[in-house]
């Protein structure tokens, strides 16, 4: 260690630039590092969601979930636990996977397996949806459609067709279904007394609209020099010509659909309903998947409906609820502002009681030079800006200062011996490295436990011991290196005096004198009582 004090001081200009390249890419790493408001929570969870119409939810347990849960636990490896809800019609499973998982692996076996059940479903069961997403995966802001003029059908359709299609794109955002409004369908609505007198079924009724609307694929004729697409009037295009398909001829004459029911625009019944400001509205809902920060999802968010607002209705409004950058940057800039907080007043305190400017000088731009150091390596090893990360690099504020504060002060004491600038420093230097690398160790042996914490425990604290860890990793090795480097042009060589110190008129001087005198007199007579103790 004492050979990379005498490197920095035959080689200043080498650690001047490892400085200026702190300066600036430090302020880019933060500026590219993702930030949240907690770490990525890296649980990983696989979504099964089974769908079968009209079952309801005790048979739903009984036939689908609970048969496939079963399967879960002999075919796929590092489950956690298992969650399973049943509702009429819909089972939905959360299957928690260890920390550890590969989750591409999981996902194959939980595919697998899925393919495998629906023979043993009961029949006409399809594949079920398969989902992934992880702890981290939260609503960071939602938004709320309404409009006058607008009906709710009309903002289901906006919300699904045009805006959450361009959303979507955002990188980071996951925007599940709609909520609210009533999703566009078309429905024939059954004339029970029409029916039979007409001695008909449903089941007629639906047996000529499956043999009567057909989508055919023909092709092209080519006729002379040009290829026409050739299309069969097997299908309606409108909605009133489903009510002129025939269902079967009684007596010479044709019965129609529209003789036995009435064809519609309409709505299957609504299973939510989102009021907002007192109104009828459709609510989207913006989840944060991955590891994009969430600053940058909701202002990508933001971007991309300014974009496509001149497509939208002009009566259409779009309400932001719930957005969580507002909390992020709030709590961000807080604990950011403490920490600077905390930084000034170690630079006051050390200029009270150093009373040298020079030195406070030296001690004050290493403390920010280890923290930009610090976020460097956070970014290296994947970690997010958030309230843990940058808690952890306030508290290591006030520890910083000590590798340096040590330094220039065994360094000043060598000089008010009468030596000069660069024997003082060495000697200095020497002195001290061996307790100061034993108290970099003491305090990062600290925070060694939270590495063997598991859960979400673990994934909230690591983060925070490793930005404490990585500043006092660069507090020392810049005390080793800038630190005695600045001390070479800044630091000047004390004339050495036998007796008291001459005047001077630094209040600085003044202060620092004054309180070493007293701190004396304190310590004479302590030492005083513990000699009356023995």
Known sequence: MVSLVRIALTRPYTFVVLALLLLIIGPLAALRTP??????????????????????????????????????????????????????????IKIFFQPNVDIRTANAQVTAIAQTMIKQLPPGATPPLILNYSASTVPIIQLALAGEGLTEQNL???????????????????????????????????????????????????SALAAQNLITPVGTQKIGQFEYNIQLNNSPLKIDELGNLPIKVADGATVYIRD???????????????????????????????????????????????????????????????????????????????GVIAALLTSVMILLFLGSWRSTLI??????????????????VGETLNIMTLGGLALAVGILVDDATVTIENINWHLEQG??????????????????????????????????LTGVSRFLFVPMALSVMFAMIWSFILSRT???????????????????????????????????????RFRTGYRGILALAR
């Open 363 to 380: 001690i004050a731009i290493s403390i920010p030079l280890s923290v930009l150091g610090a976020i460097i390596m956070l970014a290296l």
């Open 35 to 92: 930030t949240d408001i907690f770490p990525d929570i890296r649980i990983p969870v696989i979504g099964v969601v089974w769908s079968y119409t009209g079952l309801p939810p005790d048979q739903m347990a009984g036939r689908i979930t609970t048969p496939f849960q079963r399967a879960l636990t002999t075919t796929v490896n590092d489950i956690e636990h298992i969650v399973a809800n049943s509702y009429n019609g819909v089972g939905i």
């Open 419 to 452: 030596k000069e600038v660069e024997p003082a420093i060495l000697d200095g230097a020497r002195q001290i490295v061996t307790p100061a690398f034993v108290s970099l160790l003491c305090i990062c042996i600290v925070f060694v436990p939270m590495f063997f």
């Open 156 to 206: 289901f359709d906006i919300a699904t067709n045009q805006l959450r299609t361009p959303l979507v794109t955002v990188p980071g955002a996951a925007i599940p279904w709609p909520f609210g409004g009533k999703q566009r369908q078309i429905q024939i609505d059954l004339d029970p007394a029409a029916l039979q007198a007409r001695g008909l079924s449903a089941q007629d009724v639906a």
């Open 482 to 520: 800038l630190v005695p480097t600045m001390a070479k042009y800044l630091l000047k060589r004390h004339e050495h005096h036998d007796g008291p110190p001459p005047p001077s008129r630094n209040p600085l001087v003044w202060f620092q004198r004054g309180f070493e005198a007293r701190f004396e």
């Open 260 to 338: 036995v029911a009435q064809v519609r625009d309409g709505n299957p019944p609504q299973t939510n309903i989102v009021h907002v400001d007192g109104g009828r509205s459709v609510l989207m809902m913006v989840l944060k998947a991955g590891s994009v920060s969430t600053l940058d999802i909701i202002d990508g968010i933001k971007k991309k409906i300014a974009e496509v607002r001149d497509t939208l209705p002009d009566n259409l409004k779009i309400g932001l609820l719930g957005d969580q950058s507002i909390f992020v940057r709030s709590a961000i800039a807080g604990v950011a502002f403490e």
